[in-house]
C-alpha cells in the first residue's frame, strides 16, 4: 500500500495527508491493518503519532468523525472509525513507559519525574487505555472524561512492557449524548495484571445545541476545597500543554475545535491533571499499591492556575483534588494504599 492520499476534516473539505504506510496481513477484507508513519504534523483525526513509534490502526465500520481515501492493490477504498458499541473488543497493544519519555511529559507538566524515581507514574495509563481504543478504530476526538477508575497492583519499572487488554462494556444515551464505559488492563507477558484502567467518558450529540444532562454523578468529597490549604501550585500555560498532549483528541491543543466543543479554551486531557496527584503521592514516598476513584468535575483551561489539595479522608480513605478558580475540577479518592 503506497500511501494515504487525504484527509476529510468533519466540517467539510479535504486535507493532503503526507503518510507512509506498509500493508500488513488483515483479518478480512472490512478490517485493515496499517502500520502508518507520520510525516506531518498537521493530522489530527484518524491518526496519531504513538507514544513510542510507529502505530497500528485496526479500522472498520461506520462512524461520523472522520473518513480517509486509501489508495491500495485493491484500489481506493475508505476506512471510517468504528461507532462505539457494547461488546467490542480491542486488539492488543504493547506499551512501554520509557525515562526520557516521563521525563520529557511529566516536565512539561511543571513537575519533577525524579519524585518517582525508577517507578512509571500510573497516570500515564489513563491515556494509553485511550489510545488503546484508538489503535483500535474508537475514535477519541471531542470526547470528555467523566470518571476513571485507576487500580496499581505494584510498581511498574520504567521501560517494562505490557500489553494492553480491554473494550468496551456499555453505552449509555445521556441528554447531552453518549456515555461509553470501558475496561481496560495492562498484563505482562506471563498474564499479570499490573494496571487497570476503567473509563467513563462523554461523546457528545455533534454540531450546535447541544443539551445539558450527562446522568447522576457521585457527590463531592471536596465541597469545602476553596477553604483548604494547597499543598502544591502550578500555573499552566498552552505552550505547556501543547507539549505535553498527543494527536487524537484536538480539544486539548486546538482553540477551534475547542470552541467547536462549547469551551472558551483547549482543556488539558484528564490523564495529564491526574499526574499532579499522583505526584503529590508519590512525593511523600514510593507507592506500591493503590486503588484510586478519579471524578473530572469541571474542564481544566490550558491557561488556568491550579491548586493541589490533599486530605485525609478517614483511616482507608485520602482524598487529593485540583481546585481551580475556587472549586473542585478534579477528585481523586485512593484506598488501599501501600508504601
Given at each position: 500500500m503506497e500511501c494515504i492520499k487525504s484527509w476529510r476534516h468533519p466540517a467539510g473539505g479535504i486535507q493532503s495527508v503526507p503518510l507512509r504506510a506498509k500493508r500488513l496481513p488483515c483479518e478480512s477484507p472490512l478490517i485493515r491493518q496499517l502500520r502508518l508513519e507520520v510525516g506531518s504534523p498537521t493530522v489530527r483525526h484518524g491518526t496519531m503519532r504513538c507514544l513510542y513509534g510507529a502505530m497500528h490502526f485496526f479500522l472498520q465500520g461506520d462512524v461520523p468523525v472522520g473518513e480517509f481515501k486509501v489508495d491500495g492493490?485493491?484500489?481506493?477504498?475508505?476506512?471510517?472509525?468504528?461507532?462505539?458499541?457494547?461488546?467490542?473488543?480491542?486488539?492488543?497493544?504493547?506499551?512501554?513507559?520509557?525515562?526520557?519519555?516521563?521525563?520529557d511529559k511529566l516536565g512539561a507538566c511543571g513537575i519533577d519525574s525524579g519524585v518517582f524515581g525508577n517507578d512509571a507514574d500510573p497516570a500515564f495509563f489513563i491515556g494509553l487505555a485511550i489510545h488503546a481504543g484508538i489503535n483500535s478504530g474508537i475514535?477519541?476526538?471531542?470526547?470528555?472524561?467523566?470518571?476513571?477508575?485507576?487500580?496499581?497492583?505494584?510498581?511498574?519499572?520504567?521501560?517494562?512492557?505490557?500489553?494492553?487488554?480491554?473494550?468496551i462494556t456499555a453505552v449509555q444515551p445521556v441528554p447531552r449524548g453518549r456515555v461509553i464505559h470501558t475496561v481496560?488492563?495492562?498484563?505482562?507477558?506471563?498474564?499479570?495484571?499490573?494496571?487497570?484502567?476503567?473509563?467513563?467518558?462523554?461523546?457528545?450529540?455533534?454540531?450546535?445545541?447541544?443539551?445539558?444532562?450527562?446522568?447522576?454523578?457521585?457527590?463531592s468529597l471536596l465541597e469545602d476545597i476553596d477553604s483548604l490549604t494547597a499543598v502544591a501550585d502550578y500555573e499552566l500555560n498552552p505552550a505547556q500543554v501543547k507539549a505535553y498532549s498527543s494527536t487524537g483528541n484536538s480539544i486539548h491543543y486546538e482553540e477551534e475545535s475547542a470552541h467547536r466543543a462549547g469551551f472558551r479554551a483547549p482543556i488539558i486531557g484528564g490523564g495529564m491533571g491526574v499526574h499532579y496527584l499522583t505526584a503529590c503521592l508519590w512525593s511523600q514516598r514510593p507507592?506500591?499499591?493503590?486503588?484510586?476513584?478519579?471524578?473530572?468535575?469541571?474542564?481544566?483551561?490550558?491557561?488556568?492556575?491550579l491548586a493541589v489539595i490533599h486530605r485525609q479522608l478517614d483511616q482507608d480513605t485520602r482524598v487529593l483534588g485540583l481546585r481551580v478558580r475556587g472549586k473542585a475540577a478534579t477528585e481523586m479518592s485512593v484506598r488501599e494504599l501501600t508504601f
Open positions: 492493490a485493491e484500489g481506493e477504498h475508505r476506512v471510517k472509525w468504528i461507532d462505539p458499541y457494547p461488546g467490542f473488543d480491542y486488539r492488543p497493544m504493547s506499551v512501554s513507559i520509557e525515562a526520557a519519555y516521563q521525563h475514535s477519541a476526538e471531542g470526547n470528555v472524561n467523566l470518571a476513571q477508575h485507576l487500580v496499581q497492583h505494584r510498581p511498574l519499572a520504567l521501560g517494562e512492557s505490557l500489553t494492553a487488554l480491554g473494550g481496560v488492563r495492562f498484563e505482562t507477558a506471563a498474564g499479570e495484571t499490573v494496571i487497570e484502567a476503567s473509563r467513563q467518558s462523554l461523546k457528545p450529540h455533534p454540531g450546535p445545541g447541544k443539551q445539558r444532562g450527562i446522568g447522576d454523578r457521585p457527590i507507592v506500591r499499591t493503590l486503588v484510586a476513584q478519579v471524578q473530572f468535575r469541571r474542564p481544566i483551561f490550558w491557561d488556568d492556575r
